[in-house]
């Protein structure tokens, strides 16, 4: 009876069924991109792109003795440092703009005769390259060998020779437009300035001039924008 028992028993836990197991979530499979798929633009941290855009200065507002009130003003000006076509480490490129606005205001006791507005730039460089020259000596020397035959040879000795001198600041005018009447304006788009021969930093700046004029008299006013260093 007791074999009996122990047979029923190895049977009866022969056929308890095995706990489930519990799945576990599938790995994710990274995606690949497709051919057409565009890669993401990386920049690196901390660098901004010069867009050019320049903050204009104050306005120049000026008196006349006559009690004319001339006012000189400059917006939306650019200077973008480009590459140099040249590809010379000596050698500056940029495109400026924007938009200089002339005006006479007041009741002055003189007739105005009109005037006029010019408008360009100042370019500054820190050290101008002055000159490059070659300078050496020129030497003859000769030798005879055992054999009898000789030679004659010529040693160069030479070095270049690099002047800079002190920079100096050029006034490119772009435009001057005569007008008449107390209003007048000059607009400037990606207009090309290059600098040629600076070994040091080059500085760039705008600058206008308005002048009206009245019988026997001529009053000047002055602009300059804020100064760009590349």
Known sequence: MTKILAALMAV???????????????PAVPHEP?????????????????TGTVASAEPA??????????RLAAKDETQ???????????????????????????????????GTLEA????????????????????????????????????????????????????????EMKFKGKDSRVTLKDVHIKIDGCVGQSFLRSYAKLTSAAPGSQDIVAYYGATKAV
């Open 61 to 70: 507002v000026v008196t006349t003795p006559d009690g004319w009130v001339l």
């Open 80 to 114: 973008l440092p480009i590459p140099a076509l040249t590809t010379a480490t000596t050698s500056r490129e940029y495109l400026a703009g924007g938009t200089f606005t002339g005006s006479v205001s007041g009741s002055g006791s003189t007739s105005l005769r009109g």
């Open 120 to 175: 360009g730039y100042q370019i500054g460089c820190g050290i101008a390259l002055s000159s490059v020259r070659l300078t050496g000596s020129l030497g003859l020397s000769s030798s005879v060998s055992r054999s009898g035959l000789g030679g004659i040879s010529a040693p160069i000795q030479g070095n270049v020779e690099v002047r800079p001198k002190p920079g100096e600041v050029i006034n490119v005018s772009v435009t």
């Open 34 to 50: 497709g051919p057409d798929a565009v890669p993401p633009v990386e920049s690196e941290p901390g660098m901004t792109p010069d």
């Open 12 to 26: 009866g836990a022969l056929m308890v069924p095995a706990p489930h197991a519990i799945a576990g979530p599938e």
